[in-house]
């Protein structure tokens, strides 16, 4: 089974930061995108930033120049590191990643998510 744990979340004041991680585990063969996604109390999910397999970035535009995706692929790691914190950016924040990984024959890929981490963002 492959599954992803982020960690991370809590309360900060505004113009505050965060480190947000998710480790995917497993029968992992590889990972193609990571990325973070976010969903506010009666909001859609939406994507906050996306990293390929080669360390190309995408970033929705109310995050860019405040928060930086990175990831680790020895450790199937992926990071959000969010600087200049502001209430609007209160939500859960949710890992993806593209992963396949072994079967008892052959290979499967397919999207998983993580469970969901809480950022608050509150004086």
């Known amino acids: 089974q492959v599954q992803l744990v982020e960690s991370g979340g809590g309360l900060v004041q505004p113009g505050g930061s965060l480190k947000l991680s998710c480790a995917a585990s497993?029968?992992?063969?590889?990972?193609?995108?990571m990325g973070w996604y976010s969903q506010a109390p009666g909001k859609q999910r939406e994507l906050v930033a996306t990293?390929?397999?080669?360390?190309?970035?995408n970033y929705q535009d109310s995050v860019k120049g405040r928060f930086t995706i990175s990831r680790d692929n020895a450790n199937n790691t992926v990071y959000l590191q969010m600087n200049s914190l502001k209430p609007d950016d209160t939500a859960v924040y949710y890992c993806?990643?593209?992963?396949?990984?072994?079967?008892?024959?052959?290979?499967?890929?397919?999207?998983?998510w993580g469970q969901g981490t809480q950022v608050t963002v509150s004086p």
């Open positions: 993806n990643a593209d992963i396949t990984a072994r079967a008892t024959i052959g290979f499967y890929t397919r999207e998983y």
């Open positions: 990293i390929s397999s080669g360390g190309n970035t």
């Open positions: 497993g029968r992992i063969y590889s990972i193609r995108t």
